[in-house]
């Protein structure tokens, strides 16, 4: 049973840590909005999710020309779908931060990650009127 449990919350599980990493991202836009030269990014939900879902992760790895290197760790898969967001309207400082995507993104983001977190709820209350005989 605990078996079937974990298959059924996988794909959410995934979904919301990339909802969460996501949030992470465009909270660390808003928050540089006044730094200069900041470039804004996202992450590609759909990639992540593809990624985590089959645990793949970046190509990209280290190359080690020692025995006594220290191997590197490849990206994993949310941080390999972090992207720059197109530029929409250039700053003189250099800043690509437009709070009005940003805020618009962050409330998306917001809504979806309690909307899995509600269709969850209701995966677990219904896994648990089964196993009660309800």
Known sequence: MTNRLDNETRFHQAAL????????????????ADTPN????DVDFREALAGALGGKT??????????????????????????????EQGAV??????MDTERAA?????????ASVTFINGLLRSMQMAVQGQ
């Open 38 to 41: 900041f470039k804004a990014r």
């Open 58 to 87: 970046s190509a990209l790895a280290l190359k080690t020309t020692a025995q006594r290197h220290l191997p590197g760790a490849a990206a994993t898969p949310l941080e390999a779908s972090l992207k720059y967001r197109q530029e």
């Open 106 to 114: 962050f409330a998306e983001n917001s809504v979806q990650y309690q």
């Open 17 to 32: 840590n990339a909802r969460a990493y996501r949030q992470q991202v465009i909270a660390s836009n808003i928050a540089n």
């Open 93 to 98: 400082d250099g800043n690509t931060v437009n």
